[in-house]
């Protein structure tokens, strides 16, 4: 017995019902009428990405400024903790 490899038109038309013929009859024309359309929002959509992408750069830049100079202060006030220390010695 040899396999069937090529379904009879009314095997085809049977299974994919009325909703996909008529999506097979329309592809041709939706496929370019989605592209075009799709093309602009896929581009603002990267654009978007990038800027924010960009913002978020500059908002981490900052962020870590910030704590650069908040650990740059906390080293100056043991530093200076311990000059005290050394001028000062505890009498026990």
């Known amino acids: 017995m040899v396999p069937k490899f090529v379904l009879e038109l009314e095997e085809v038309v049977e299974g994919l019902g009325v909703p996909g013929i008529t999506a097979i009859v329309l592809l041709p024309v ?6 075009g359309i799709g093309k602009p929002i896929a581009k603002a959509m990267v654009k ?3 800027v924010l992408y960009e913002k ?10 910030s704590f650069e100079d908040i650990v740059a202060e ?9 000059t005290e220390e050394m001028e000062h010695p505890a009498t026990s």
């Not at 939706?30 to 592209?35: D, F, I, K, R, S």
């Not at 978020?56 to 400024?65: F, H, P």
């Not at 906390?74 to 311990?82: G, P, S, T």
């Open 30 to 35: 939706l496929v370019p009428v989605a592209a």
């Open 74 to 82: 906390a080293k100056a006030e043991l530093a200076e903790q311990r």
């Open 48 to 50: 978007g990405g990038i």
């Open 56 to 65: 978020g750069k500059g908002v981490i830049a900052e962020v870590g400024e």
